[in-house]
């Protein structure tokens, strides 16, 4: 599984990104598909996940109200709609994904910096 986040930048407080992350390779095998994210000089922290069958979603209550996970399955493609960004939402934005064989993978990453 290759696993690509784009739509990372500069935003001000108060303002909106959406992160894609495009799935390749053997998405049939996906059962968990995730958004991390990590600050400088912090431990990477769960943002939200969603299962692919079901598409059950489960949300940090730091993000809960604000961030909304989604994902489109024709398009192998997970997101994550961020509204009402703070500066400490600044970081680096991680996907993964779990397969149903116990393997986990990772994107590069997207860089999301909120400015106040």
């Known amino acids: 599984v290759q696993l690509v986040e784009s739509g990372g930048g500069l935003v001000q407080a108060g303002g909106s990104l959406r992160l894609s992350c495009a799935a390749s390779?053997?998405?049939?095998?996906?059962?968990?598909m995730g958004w991390y994210r990590q600050a400088p000089g912090k431990q990477r922290e769960l943002v939200a996940t969603i299962t692919s069958g079901a598409g059950s979603t489960n949300v940090a209550d730091s993000v809960k109200g604000r961030f909304t996970i989604s994902r489109d399955n024709a398009k192998n493609t997970m997101y994550l709609q961020m509204n009402s960004l703070k500066p400490e939402d600044t970081a680096v934005y991680y996907c993964?994904?779990?397969?149903?064989?116990?393997?986990?993978?990772w994107g590069q990453g997207t860089q999301v910096t909120v400015s106040s």
């Open positions: 993964n994904a779990l397969t149903r064989f116990g393997s986990l993978w």
């Open positions: 390779g053997s998405t049939f095998s996906i059962n968990v």
